[in-house]
């Protein structure tokens, strides 16, 4: 589960509905829906606000359940939310992360679902929890609680023979959900999940299930599954930087006193008693919201909401006493030791996020950093004063943290960088910013939020959080409003009065960290996967009808119109019609596989000016016209795009294109940009994850030499002129390449046309072809090897690498079946067995993956993190499931169902019309190939996926990853999987 995570005016209206005929049952059983009786419908009151752009209806039901729906059509499909209004600050200060265990505990099901024999299920239940209050009391007497633990496990055994294991996880996969998941944060507990329209009523039944009533089956493995996630915070500087900073702000808050996933001490002494006491004290109907935004009918909505959420019953819920921090006086300053990079952060404690000053925060953060035209923006990243700086804000109910982030260049001192971030915000305090800027920041803040309105999870999304915010839908409307009414003098007023000397700065430097701790193993035996039952519940859960949804799919000849600017130079159209905004892309089939040098004269571009402006003016003159540019070299492709609000298209295409054609050189800026590569390629060793998923996978797929080594040594970069870079720079409108536009601009007409505007783009008569890419041949990998590279980390990460065919569309039904099947989602075969009955991992994944382009391999990537002292279980139990996949019949119907109830919801609209159609002309492909998947993966069988799995994976020749710390890895067992060999960060980074 995850962790964290302007209107006009605003009168509220009250209406009433009068919904057709249909039954007021409030049960919670999921039985198929009767025949409406003719009787006097009920009424569903609502309000609405006038101006909003969702449209949204917020219903208070009877027990004091809110419910936001907001009708989209964009797909037949919904995101919905389950909010709870109680995080980790209403955990007991004795127990904390028992908010965020209590989500994990959501996904286990109740007394009917995820249960064959709840009775007898029951009777254990009782016995594990009484013994964990035993175990708890057991704190100073190892020897007893190591026989306590040992009665739990065995206790724990016997229970799941009756459990139905993620039987929630099933349901979900099997009606078509996407995203199921759910975080945990200071102020909220949220699930989500994207349903296809048609499920709806499978997904009350189920929801309003689950929220019924707490079961804490199968507790001590999930438990474990937490101590992995808590690992995972303790390898991260990050989330341990964060928590200091808490720490310092917040000494008598839990905002800094807990942390969401709590302390190890609470973690290894958890009480089920008292998770049951925050469940039947917050998980109550008028502390929750349901929202929903999608395809969807109000009315038809609201009467199965309350059909199966209007019996639960309401309770007071008690009310959360912020502590009163006292004031801060004088900096406060902490170190944390860590792998990773160096960086500074500092932090100002602030009003909550409701009021006034919450407000006049959020505009002080994007007058410093907005992306194009802040003061941190422009005077620290764009005149590379550091190597990278922002800043942010972690908003919450009682207090809201101001937060200024820099990691430093080559040589540079951590305090040096701290005092460049509150020099910028000393400029605020002055006033030292034009005039322009705010109106600027109000527009572009307009136009993100109408981009964002585009996704249903955006709109659910600001839905729940003006339930957590506990401010009505009207007043969370006006505050995007009232963020326009922030004048300048207001600015600096707020910003005078509250940032002085009253910060903590926490600097993280790189070293070994001496607090290093862990979550130690507990002896868990792993239990049944109990894959070929299911309760009663889901048996009268999958018979409540639902109506069959037909896909669609893209046609590229009807859905994208296509013409040519100039001879060969095609022009590929789709059209905007719901804003007025736009993108526009350049795309060429080349980048640093034909040239190492075009990162860097793609990069260069961004401190770059033309004509008479320079390149902090050229970026105002972007944010004033609420456009942006970017151009990103990739290994082959380089995409040069430009965004943002139609209306000034023509004049932000005008600067764009002198930009590229007429690029002014900057020594200066090449000779920081070269420092600051330089010391981000260091900064690239020290992290796990480019490591790991980047340098360590293409020395395995390539050898030494590879895509991702091939690079400028640091000669070559020292030696760029700034000619050579602009001169690329200015090739780039010379060469074959393919425009791309999603706007609202007629492809023909009188006026006003796409292909007029497009007259500014600047292009020879006749195109240059590509140069030749240099070629990278993959390796056969036909020896059995074990790369392992050293890393000071709690935890082990393992990828199991084996090459597959070159890349066939014929494959990729069978493909989609076998991921979905094997090791696709929480319900797949890899997470039930390794996560959810032995243990072993937190996170855990396989899947046979597709190459992206035509001509290239695919592969079978195979990962788990564990413990370290975990990795021979986690290693045996990984390379038993890829040599024998277990067979379930039901898991199979799962997987059939979870893709023909996905494809056929799925839509491929607005823009994403042509990246979809990028990506098929890359593998040759004419057509939308989910046409064979929907189609094909239907009528396969258990035994085709066995025999794809047996001449694919099964006894293919591996070459294994491993990262993770020389004092903790067993390289006894490294070695039963090959020969086992060292890599120095030098021969996979090639520096």
Same mark, same amino acid.
């Given at each position: 589960?995850?962790?964290?995570?302007?209107? *006009? %005016?605003?009168?509220? $209206?009250?209406?009433?509905?009068? !919904?057709k005929?249909?039954?007021?049952? @409030?049960?919670t059983? &999921?039985?198929?829906?009767?025949?409406?009786?003719?009787?006097?419908?009920?009424e569903?009151?609502?309000?609405?606000?006038?101006?909003?752009?969702?449209?949204?209806?917020?219903?208070?039901?009877?027990n004091?359940?809110?419910?936001?729906?907001?009708?989209?059509?964009?797909?037949?499909?919904i995101?919905?939310?389950?909010?709870?209004?109680?995080?980790?600050?209403?955990?007991?200060?004795?127990?904390?992360?028992?908010?965020?265990?209590?989500?994990?505990?959501?996904?286990?099901?109740?007394?009917?679902?995820?249960?064959?024999?709840?009775?007898?299920?029951?009777?254990?239940?009782?016995?594990i929890?009484?013994?964990?209050?035993?175990?708890r009391?057991?704190?100073?007497?190892? *020897? %007893?609680?190591?026989? $306590?633990?040992?009665?739990?496990? !065995?206790?724990?055994?016997?229970?799941? @023979?009756?459990?139905? &294991?993620?039987?929630?996880?099933?349901?979900?996969?099997?009606?078509g959900a996407?995203?199921?998941?759910?975080?945990?944060?200071?102020?909220?507990?949220?699930?989500?999940?994207?349903?296809?329209s048609?499920?709806?009523?499978?997904?009350?039944?189920?929801?309003?299930?689950?929220?019924?009533?707490?079961v804490?089956?199968?507790?001590?493995?999930?438990?474990?599954?937490?101590?992995?996630?808590?690992?995972?915070?303790?390898?991260?500087?990050f989330?341990?930087?964060?928590e200091?900073?808490?720490?310092?702000?917040?000494?008598?808050?839990?905002?800094?006193?807990?942390?969401?996933?709590?302390?190890i001490e609470?973690?290894?002494?958890?009480?089920?008693?008292?998770?049951?006491?925050?469940?039947?004290?917050?998980?109550?109907p008028?502390?929750?919201?349901?929202?929903?935004?999608?395809?969807?009918?109000?009315?038809?909505?609201?009467?199965?909401?309350?059909?199966?959420?209007?019996?639960?019953?309401?309770?007071?819920?008690?009310?959360?006493?912020?502590?009163?921090?006292?004031?801060?006086?004088?900096?406060?300053?902490?170190?944390?030791?860590?792998p990773?990079?160096?960086?500074?952060?500092?932090?100002?404690?602030?009003?909550?996020?409701?009021?006034?000053?919450?407000?006049?925060?959020?505009?002080?953060?994007?007058?410093?950093?907005?992306?194009?035209?802040?003061?941190?923006?422009?005077?620290?990243?764009?005149?590379?004063?550091?190597?990278?700086?922002?800043?942010?804000?972690?908003?919450?109910?009682?207090?809201?943290?101001?937060?200024?982030?820099?990691t430093?260049?080559?040589?540079?001192?951590?305090?040096?960088?701290?005092?460049?971030?509150?020099?910028?915000?000393?400029?605020?305090?002055?006033?030292?910013f034009?005039?322009w800027l705010?109106?600027?920041?109000?527009n572009?803040d307009?136009?993100?939020?109408?981009?964002?309105?585009?996704?249903?999870?955006?709109?659910?999304?600001?839905?729940y959080?003006?339930?957590?915010?506990g401010?009505?839908?009207?007043?969370?409307?006006?505050q995007?409003?009232?963020?326009?009414?922030?004048?300048k003098?207001?600015?600096v007023?707020?910003?005078?009065?509250?940032?002085?000397?009253?910060?903590?700065?926490?600097?993280?430097?790189?070293?070994?960290d001496?607090?290093?701790?862990k979550?130690?193993k507990p002896?868990?035996?792993?239990?049944?996967?109990n894959?070929?039952?299911?309760s009663?519940?889901?048996?009268?859960?999958?018979?409540?009808?639902?109506?069959?949804?037909?896909?669609?799919?893209?046609?590229?000849?009807k859905?994208?119109?296509?013409?040519?600017?100039?001879?060969?130079?095609p022009?590929?159209?789709t059209?905007?019609?719901?804003n007025?905004?736009?993108?526009?892309?350049?795309?060429?089939?080349?980048?640093?596989?034909n040239?190492?040098?075009?990162?860097?004269?793609?990069?260069?571009?961004?401190?770059?000016?033309?004509g008479?402006?320079?390149?902090?003016?050229?970026?105002?003159e972007?944010?004033?016209?609420?456009?942006?540019?970017?151009?990103?070299?990739?290994?082959?492709?380089?995409?040069?795009?430009?965004?943002?609000?139609?209306?000034?298209?023509?004049?932000a295409?005008?600067?764009?294109?002198?930009l590229?054609?007429n690029?002014?050189?900057?020594?200066?800026?090449?000779?920081?940009?070269?420092a600051?590569?330089?010391?981000?390629?260091?900064?690239?060793k020290?992290?796990?994850?480019?490591?790991?998923?980047?340098?360590?996978?293409s020395?395995?797929k390539?050898?030494?030499?590879?895509?991702?080594?091939?690079?400028?040594?640091?000669k070559?970069?020292?030696?760029?002129?700034?000619?050579?870079?602009?001169a690329?720079?200015?090739?780039?409108?010379?060469?074959?390449?393919?425009?791309?536009?999603?706007?609202?601009?007629?492809?023909?007409?009188?006026?006003?046309?796409?292909?007029?505007?497009?007259?500014?783009?600047q292009?020879?008569?006749?195109?240059?072809?590509?140069?030749?890419?240099?070629?990278?041949?993959?390796?056969?990998?036909k020896?059995?090897?074990?790369?392992?590279?050293?890393?000071?980390?709690?935890q082990?990460?393992?990828?199991?690498?084996?090459?597959?065919d070159?890349?066939?569309?014929?494959?990729?039904?069978?493909?989609?079946?076998?991921?979905?099947?094997?090791?696709?989602g929480?319900?797949?075969i890899?997470?039930?067995?390794?996560?959810?009955?032995?243990?072993?991992?937190?996170?855990?994944?396989?899947?046979?993956a597709?190459?992206?382009?035509?001509?290239?391999?695919n592969?079978?990537?195979s990962?788990?993190?564990?413990?370290?002292?975990?990795l021979?279980e986690?290693?045996?139990?990984m390379q038993?499931?890829?040599?024998d996949?277990?067979?379930a019949d039901?898991?199979?119907a799962?997987?059939?169902?979870?893709?023909?109830?996905s494809?056929?919801?799925?839509?491929?609209?607005k823009?994403?019309?042509?990246?979809?159609?990028?990506?098929?002309?890359?593998?040759?492909?004419?057509?939308?190939?989910?046409?064979?998947?929907?189609?094909?993966?239907?009528?396969?069988?258990?035994?085709e996926?066995?025999?794809?799995?047996?001449?694919?994976?099964?006894?293919?020749?591996?070459?294994?990853?491993?990262?993770g710390?020389?004092?903790?890895?067993?390289?006894k067992?490294?070695?039963?999987y090959?020969?086992?060999?060292?890599?120095?960060?030098?021969?996979?980074?090639?520096?």
């Amino acid at each position: 589960m995850l962790l964290f995570p302007a209107i *006009a %005016a605003l009168g509220l $209206t009250t209406q009433c509905q009068s !919904s057709k005929p249909a039954t007021t049952t @409030t049960a919670t059983a &999921p039985t198929p829906a009767a025949p409406a009786p003719a009787a006097t419908p009920k009424e569903y009151k609502y309000e609405t606000v006038p101006g909003d752009p969702l449209q949204a209806r917020i219903y208070k039901l009877d027990n004091g359940l809110t419910v936001y729906l907001s009708d989209y059509d964009d797909a037949p499909r919904i995101q919905t939310y389950v909010a709870v209004r109680a995080g980790s600050k209403n955990d007991p200060a004795d127990a904390t992360g028992l908010a965020h265990y209590l989500e994990h505990m959501v996904f286990k099901g109740t007394s009917r679902l995820g249960t064959q024999d709840w009775e007898k299920e029951k009777a254990e239940l009782a016995k594990i929890e009484a013994l964990y209050e035993k175990y708890r009391s057991q704190r100073n007497d190892p *020897a %007893a609680r190591k026989r $306590t633990y040992h009665q739990i496990d !065995s206790i724990s055994g016997v229970a799941a @023979t009756y459990a139905v &294991p993620n039987e929630f996880d099933k349901i979900m996969g099997a009606i078509g959900a996407k995203g199921t998941n759910a975080h945990t944060s200071n102020e909220e507990t949220v699930y989500q999940e994207d349903i296809p329209s048609n499920q709806i009523e499978r997904w009350a039944a189920t929801e309003s299930e689950r929220f019924r009533e707490l079961v804490p089956r199968l507790f001590h493995t999930e438990l474990e599954a937490v101590y992995e996630e808590k690992n995972r915070g303790l390898d991260s500087d990050f989330s341990k930087e964060f928590e200091a900073l808490g720490l310092a702000l917040y000494p008598t808050h839990p905002y800094g006193t807990q942390t969401t996933i709590g302390t190890i001490e609470h973690l290894q002494n958890p009480s089920i008693t008292e998770i049951k006491k925050y469940f039947d004290t917050y998980y109550v109907p008028n502390n929750v919201a349901l929202c929903l935004s999608g395809d969807l009918d109000y009315d038809q909505t609201i009467r199965l909401i309350d059909k199966y959420f209007g019996s639960w019953q309401a309770k007071p819920v008690p009310t959360f006493n912020a502590p009163q921090e006292k004031p801060i006086t004088a900096p406060i300053t902490r170190e944390i030791l860590g792998p990773q990079s160096e960086n500074v952060m500092i932090g100002f404690r602030l009003p909550g996020r409701t009021t006034r000053d919450g407000l006049r925060l959020k505009m002080l953060d994007r007058i410093l950093t907005n992306g194009q035209a802040g003061l941190i923006d422009l005077h620290l990243n764009q005149q590379q004063k550091v190597l990278e700086s922002a800043s942010f804000i972690d908003e919450n109910n009682d207090y809201s943290t101001f937060v200024m982030y820099g990691t430093p260049r080559q040589g540079q001192k951590l305090e040096d960088v701290k005092g460049l971030l509150l020099g910028e915000l000393d400029k605020v305090k002055k006033g030292d910013f034009p005039d322009w800027l705010i109106t600027a920041i109000v527009n572009n803040d307009k136009l993100e939020r109408t981009k964002g309105y585009e996704n249903n999870q955006a709109r659910a999304t600001a839905m729940y959080q003006a339930f957590i915010q506990g401010v009505s839908w009207a007043d969370y409307l006006k505050q995007q409003e009232n963020f326009g009414t922030i004048t300048k003098e207001e600015v600096v007023k707020f910003a005078n009065d509250n940032f002085g000397n009253n910060y903590a700065a926490i600097f993280k430097r790189t070293g070994k960290d001496p607090n290093t701790v862990k979550v130690v193993k507990p002896a868990i035996t792993p239990v049944p996967a109990n894959r070929e039952v299911a309760s009663e519940y889901y048996k009268q859960l999958t018979s409540i009808p639902a109506p069959e949804l037909q896909p669609v799919f893209v046609d590229y000849k009807k859905d994208i119109q296509q013409t040519e600017l100039k001879p060969g130079l095609p022009l590929y159209y789709t059209q905007n019609k719901e804003n007025g905004l736009f993108d526009l892309y350049y795309i060429l089939d080349l980048g640093t596989n034909n040239d190492p040098r075009w990162g860097m004269a793609t990069d260069y571009l961004q401190y770059l000016g033309t004509g008479s402006y320079s390149a902090a003016q050229l970026q105002q003159e972007f944010y004033k016209l609420g456009c942006s540019f970017r151009v990103q070299s990739g290994t082959d492709r380089v995409f040069v795009s430009l965004t943002g609000l139609d209306t000034n298209l023509e004049p932000a295409l005008k600067l764009f294109e002198q930009l590229l054609n007429n690029p002014r050189s900057d020594a200066a800026a090449l000779k920081n940009m070269v420092a600051g590569t330089l010391k981000a390629r260091q900064d690239a060793k020290l992290d796990k994850q480019t490591i790991l998923s980047q340098a360590m996978v293409s020395y395995a797929k390539y050898g030494k030499k590879n895509p991702f080594t091939n690079i400028l040594s640091e000669k070559e970069l020292k030696a760029l002129k700034p000619e050579q870079l602009t001169a690329l720079i200015k090739k780039l409108p010379t060469y074959e390449h393919r425009v791309l536009y999603y706007g609202p601009r007629p492809l023909r007409g009188d006026t006003n046309t796409i292909v007029d505007v497009l007259k500014f783009h600047q292009t020879p008569a006749r195109l240059t072809p590509t140069p030749p890419a240099k070629d990278f041949a993959e390796q056969p990998l036909k020896e059995k090897k074990v790369y392992w590279v050293d890393y000071n980390m709690v935890q082990a990460e393992i990828l199991f690498l084996s090459k597959g065919d070159v890349y066939s569309k014929d494959l990729v039904p069978t493909v989609a079946l076998y991921n979905e099947y094997f090791g696709g989602g929480m319900g797949s075969i890899v997470f039930q067995d390794l996560r959810e009955s032995k243990a072993l991992a937190y996170s855990a994944s396989s899947r046979y993956a597709n190459a992206d382009k035509l001509g290239r391999s695919n592969y079978v990537m195979s990962y788990i993190g564990t413990q370290s002292d975990k990795l021979p279980e986690a290693m045996a139990g990984m390379q038993a499931l890829l040599t024998d996949m277990p067979s379930a019949d039901a898991n199979l119907a799962i997987a059939k169902n979870a893709i023909r109830n996905s494809i056929s919801t799925e839509r491929i609209t607005k823009g994403n019309v042509l990246m979809s159609y990028e990506r098929a002309r890359r593998l040759g492909l004419d057509y939308d190939l989910r046409q064979d998947v929907y189609t094909q993966t239907q009528n396969m069988t258990l035994d085709e996926l066995k025999k794809f799995q047996a001449a694919k994976i099964k006894g293919q020749i591996q070459v294994i990853l491993v990262i993770g710390s020389k004092d903790r890895l067993n390289f006894k067992e490294l070695a039963k999987y090959g020969d086992v060999q060292q890599l120095s960060l030098k021969e996979i980074f090639g520096y």
